[in-house]
């Protein structure tokens, strides 16, 4: 005698477990189907992930910290050109100014043929040059200048010129 035929619960339960035995065996394939497919999708998304010959997470994590030292060494080689470049730029002569002007005033010699010229560089060193011109020469007249002044006396016109390099040097400043 089976135990089903003895006991009316266990025949209950038995028939429900023949109803439902297909249903979780079509349930079980259907999770088997999917594990397969995730299982492929995982594994290539792993060779994609694995760098090198053998494909193993080492090597790939090997080869990646490799490149970021390499890429260290080329960020610290690189800061240490910038900043050699950047003290190079503020030595250059970054700053013009020209003020052109007749020196002679409204006497008719000259016209506005002569000129002040002042270059320099960030920190307001440099040189101004003049030139005055008449009719039967022309003198050219050079003062260093350190700090935005000169040790020489200035006329207003080459004070001029270096406060149109000063204006010239800080909107450079300004847009880098």
């Known amino acids: 005698m089976s135990l089903a035929s003895s006991n009316p619960l266990w025949a209950t339960i038995a028939a429900y477990l023949t109803t439902a035995a297909p249903y979780l065996a079509l349930a079980a394939c259907v999770l088997a189907l999917v594990a397969v497919v995730l299982e492929l999708s995982l594994r290539r998304r792993f060779k994609r992930l694995a760098l090198g010959r053998s494909g193993s997470v080492e090597e790939s994590v090997a080869i990646i910290m490799r490149d970021l030292k390499?890429?260290?060494?080329?960020?610290?080689?690189?800061?240490?050109?910038?900043?050699?470049?950047?003290a190079r730029l503020r030595g250059s002569m970054s700053g013009l100014g020209v003020?052109?002007?007749?020196?002679?005033?409204?006497?008719?010699?000259?016209?506005?043929?002569?000129?002040?010229?002042?270059?320099?560089?960030?920190?307001?060193?440099g040189v101004v040059l003049s030139t005055l011109y008449s009719r039967d020469r022309v003198a050219v007249y050079a003062k260093p200048v350190e700090a935005h002044t000169s040790s020489y006396e200035l006329t207003a016109e080459e004070k001029e010129a270096i406060d149109k390099a000063k204006e010239r040097v800080a909107k450079i400043k300004h847009i880098g």
């Open 70 to 86: 390499e890429l260290q060494g080329f960020r610290v080689e690189l800061e240490k050109y910038l900043k050699l470049a950047e």
């Open 99 to 125: 003020v052109r002007f007749n020196p002679f005033g409204g006497v008719g010699q000259g016209g506005n043929q002569s000129s002040a010229i002042a270059l320099i560089d960030e920190t307001g060193t």
